[in-house]
DNA sequence: ATGAAAGCGCTAACAG
DNA sequence: CTGTTAGCGCTTTCAT
């Protein structure tokens, strides 16, 4: 078994008996107008016949573009990202650009390390999902001049595109599909306040509470340490010792909700009979829990998408303006959620 | 805003008032015994200053070497993926390699596009979750030499290292399971034979029913079109129409499984009150679902990591053995089983 | 121990 | 319309 080694232009020009420019020229679309049709041809007929196949290293290092995005996100066994990259990936696809993923466990260590792989690599442009509001990172890639798409989280000091949900509207509509079913004690499984997320989805609770004239209790608010079931357990854990009456509950996501289930099991409060729970993000199998879990479905394939595409314009246009896209989110009725007994 | 261009490696030369290959010895571990301790801080001091980042499309091109490996696969987020990427990256990492992962949905126009993507890439190698038993586009990779490890399904043209679960071994388990249960009518949901997991799983329900003494009834057996829910449902559903009787299912893997459940429930058949299901892979959140999942662990983690390395051997080593690494899976007793009632 | 020089495969002026 | 030339940033003989 011979390793043969691959075809390069050269060999194309040869065996079209055309120089090596002149092939290179045929064989990209944008200057193929520059050749003879006839030479078009035999080039391109070389090329197949051989399956030649370009060195996107060569290019890259002439054109100093690899046409490869970096994609840094916490954890992609997160049932949030992999609908995200699938989404990123084809629109970049068919650009021709490859993305590359890396993960920080939130390890500010791994998130450097990572970061340094991704300029070494050089690639054209990052898409972050790891923003902290006051993010020194992400400050020092803007000031190196690296094309920078923020997704579902983003930084306070601006300047940076983004797409992201819209968790104004979003934890609106869950708190609002909770009053409508007749509750009034609603209490806020919240998470860290650090990243924009947190903040945003705790104003935004305050804010609906105050608008749909709810009492705002800070003894029904907690804040689970991340946005994960663990964490989430602890905090719903430690709101049920306050022993303060609610009947039902905003989680902050469907990790933390799910975090408030198990607790629930293992201290027999029935969901929704005792305590109505709402989700957020609306995770893959959200649907298959028990109960199942109203949630707010935020669109995460179409936040790819459109990451992607801006991310694509920075690259081709780098004084184009910070965009802040935020797509509306859908609120998911199922089974976590009934009128209160009392 | 200013785009600053890279630091090149005679930028660090210069200043540290040395030759670039010489800065380039020093840099490179392999190298830096041939120069002066001296010389050495000295490039070391300078790229530090600098913020020095090499260039690895450069480096790549020189060594004909890209330090990337592509990742293909089905579809991302199927849930038993990213714990596999996540290994992969622990592993390859270390190595300073990148993954570059693909999706193929199963279609075998894009495959082909993907590979030659990967192709042109110039990937250092190439883990493949994509194996059909019969796969030529995997016989058209070996012979141009390229590294591959397969990963979860096997070829059977042989040669070509891979990494699974030991699928006759995790099928015994879920037999045995009900069968000491007291299961004597047990079905089998499979999936479709063209794949080695879903030939070895049919292969070994059969041959495991033999060895427990159970009847291999034709009757009981359907086979799912894909592993995937939807299927999954339709074949439970046939099976449901046979008008057989059966206390227990084993499903090709817990996709179907859920498949199985979301029909049980449409038919008001309770689980495992009238029919006991055990799936396969305890894909993450199979613990949530009602009821809990009995099913069949497979080291996912742990099959990214062996592939990793196997792959990483391969690559520096192209003549070593195509060792084919079964893991041993591990049967996660939960809710959706229990003894017969009639 | 260090410098000089060549070249990986490709593209882009610049000529003709 | 096509060929010539040079160079992207790096590593590696080969000299010294």
């Known amino acids: 078994m011979v390793t043969q080694q691959p075809i390069t232009l050269r060999d194309v020009a040869r065996a079209a008996e055309v120089h090596p420019s002149t092939a290179s020229r045929a ?47 916490p954890d992609l066994t997160n049932p949030l990202f992999p609908p995200m990259v699938r989404g990123l990936e084809d629109s970049l696809n068919g650009a021709k650009y490859t993305v590359v993923i890396a993960n920080t466990d939130n390890d500010a260590d791994k998130e450097r390390s ?66 409508e079913l007749g509750h009034r004690r609603i209490a806020y499984v919240g998470a860290p306040t650090s990243v924009s997320t947190g903040l945003a989805r705790y104003q935004a609770f305050v804010s609906w509470a105050r608008s749909e004239g709810i009492e705002v209790d800070a003894d029904l608010m907690v804040s689970a340490d991340w946005f994960q079931e663990d964490p989430g357990a602890n905090a719903f854990r430690e709101l049920l010792e306050r022993d303060v009456s609610f009947t039902a509950v905003v989680a902050a996501n469907d990790l933390i909700a799910l975090g408030c289930y198990d607790v629930a099991t293992e201290q027999g409060i029935s969901v929704p009979g005792e305590v109505s729970i709402v989700g957020y993000n609306d995770m893959p199998f959200a649907d298959k ?54």
């Open 114 to 179: 990572v970061l340094d792989a991704m300029l070494r690599r050089r690639v054209d442009g990052l898409v972050l999902a790891t923003a902290r509001r006051h993010d020194p990172a992400i400050d020092g890639l803007r000031e190196a001049g690296m094309p920078l798409v923020l997704v579902n989280r983003t930084t306070e000091d601006g300047g940076v595109p983004s797409v992201t949900g819209d968790d104004h509207a979003g934890i609106g509509m869950a708190l609002r599909h909770l009053v």
């Open 27 to 73: 064989l990209n679309v944008e200057t193929r107008p520059l050749v003879n049709d006839g030479t078009v041809a035999r080039v391109l007929a070389a090329a197949e016949a051989l399956g030649y196949e370009p060195n996107s290293l060569a290019r890259g290092l002439k054109l100093n573009r690899t046409f490869q995005v970096g994609f840094v996100l």
């Open 289 to 342: 829990l028990s109960p199942p879990l109203t949630t707010v479905h935020v669109p995460v394939y179409e936040i790819g998408r459109r990451a992607a595409d801006l991310l694509l314009e920075t690259i081709d246009q780098p004084t184009s303006m910070a965009d802040a896209i935020r797509l509306r989110p859908e609120l998911i009725v199922r089974g976590s959620t009934q009128p209160p007994v009392s």
